[in-house]
C-alpha cells in the first residue's frame, strides 16, 4: 500500500486473551484495533474517511493482514463521511484480503456509508456474501471481496 505510515498509536492495552490499540489515521479519522486468538482482527473506524487518512487505513489494514492472518473485518459504524477516495481506500483493502487468501468484511456501516455504497454499485459488487448483523444499530453487515474464496 501506498507510501508512509501515517499512523499514531495513542494507547495500546494486552491481555492473554485479546489485544486492542488506538491510532490517529489522520486529522479527522481515527482508528481501534482489535485483535484475539482464533478470530478475524477488527478495525473500527470513527470519523471521516476521506484523501486525509486513505493511505493510513490502507497501511494499517496491510499491517493487520501481516501480522494476523489473511482475514480483517472493518466495522463502520463510526464513519460519518466518506468520499470517493474512501471507498477506493476499501476496495483496496478488500483486494489485499483477497491477495492474502483471506477477506475484508464490513460490519455496521453507518447509514451514510452505506447509502453512498449503494448509490454507486459498490454493495453489489463488494457484497459476496451477507453475513449475520450483530444486534445494534447501525446497520447491515456485508462481506467485501473482489476475489472468490
Do not use: W, Y
Not at 463510526?78 to 492474502?100: H, I, K, Q, S
Not at 454507486?120 to 451477507?130: N, P, S
Request: some cysteine.
Amino acid at each position: 500500500m501506498a507510501g508512509k505510515p501515517h499512523t499514531r498509536t495513542s494507547t495500546s492495552k494486552r491481555t492473554a486473551t485479546a489485544r486492542e490499540s488506538r491510532q490517529s489515521l489522520g486529522p479527522i479519522l481515527a482508528a481501534r484495533t482489535r485483535v484475539r486468538p482464533g478470530a478475524a482482527p477488527i478495525v473500527s473506524l470513527r470519523g471521516e474517511l476521506d484523501i486525509a487518512g486513505t493511505d493510513a487505513l490502507e497501511d494499517l489494514v496491510l499491517d493487520v493482514l501481516l501480522r494476523h492472518g489473511p482475514d480483517v473485518v472493518i466495522d463502520g459504524f463510526g464513519v460519518t463521511f466518506c468520499d470517493a477516495r474512501g471507498l477506493g481506500a476499501l476496495v483496496r483493502c478488500a483486494n489485499e484480503a483477497g491477495r492474502a487468501g483471506g477477506r475484508l468484511t464490513l460490519v455496521r456501516p453507518s447509514h451514510r456509508l452505506r447509502r453512498l455504497m449503494r448509490l454507486v454499485g459498490l454493495d453489489r459488487l463488494l457484497c459476496a456474501a451477507a453475513v449475520p448483523a450483530p444486534r445494534r444499530p447501525g446497520g447491515s453487515c456485508s462481506t467485501m471481496s473482489t476475489h472468490p474464496r
